[in-house]
């Protein structure tokens, strides 16, 4: 199976910080891989969709990028609503649909 | 608008069954594949398993192969899964999620999730 590695697992930042999450897959994934915001008590929002699609309401500043194995999501000016986990997750090929294990976002 | 309804979930014993299902609206339902996700307290999302349209293909997550059947009723537009010989690390919050047509398909739609404790 597919192994999907987040990093970092945890970080802290301020608003108008630029921020970068990785997302490394174990063996190459073309652009199947979605990203996802979850905030406490609710489900998870798709935000990014094979590796560099914003979706539609999803702000500007939120990008995509990568394919094969690496992956990133970047934040260029953060918000106070954009404090939250987020997750990455592999669509290639067959099941299992892994996640990453997610990179919670506070505020410093 | 699109509704999905998780129930089913609560308190179990270990060794246990639990059934959730998951109440399906404002879309055709026969047309998609439908999933499980969960989530334990305070940790990741894990993708559990899924069904096509017909209920011709199920796959599931090695943790759970041989202990959960997911199954649907398309006439009912509803989507089930039967957990069986159920083990504390089960314990977490189902999701029913319903990916999007296509080759790069994402998650569009979520219930509100159900809670699953498995304790004695």
């Known amino acids: 199976d597919i192994q999907m590695t987040q990093s970092p697992s945890s970080l802290s930042a301020s608003v108008g910080d630029r921020v970068t999450i990785t997302c490394r897959a174990s063996?190459?994934?073309?652009?199947?891989l979605n990203w996802y915001q979850q905030k406490p008590g609710e489900a998870p929002k798709v935000m990014i969709t094979?590796?560099?699609n914003l979706q539609s309401g999803v702000p500007s500043r939120f990008s995509g990028s990568g394919s094969g194995t690496d992956f990133t999501l970047t934040i260029s000016s953060l918000q106070l609503e954009d404090f939250a986990t987020y997750y990455c997750?592999?669509?290639?090929?067959?099941?299992?649909?892994?996640f990453g294990q997610g990179t919670r976002l506070d505020i410093k | 608008e699109v509704q999905l309804v998780e129930s089913g979930g609560g308190l179990v014993q270990p060794g246990g069954s639990l059934r959730l299902s998951c109440a399906a609206s404002?879309?055709?339902?026969?047309?998609?594949?439908m999933n499980w996700v969960r989530q334990a307290p305070g940790k990741g999302l894990e993708w559990v398993a899924n069904?096509?349209?017909?209920?011709?293909?199920?796959y599931y997550v090695d943790s759970v192969k041989g202990r959960f059947t997911i199954s649907r009723d398309n006439a009912k537009n509803s989507l089930y899964l039967l957990m069986n010989s159920l083990r504390a690390e089960d314990t977490a919050v189902y999701y029913c999620?319903?990916?999007?047509?296509?080759?790069?398909?994402?998650?569009?739609?979520w219930g509100q999730g159900t809670l699953v404790t498995v304790s004695s």
């Open positions: 069904i096509k349209e017909d209920g011709s293909e199920k």
């Open positions: 999620a319903r990916p999007t047509v296509g080759a790069f398909w994402y998650y569009d739609s």
């Open positions: 094979a590796a560099t």
């Open positions: 404002g879309f055709t339902f026969s047309n998609y594949w």
């Open positions: 997750q592999k669509t290639y090929s067959s099941p299992p649909f892994t």
């Open positions: 063996q190459s994934i073309s652009s199947y």
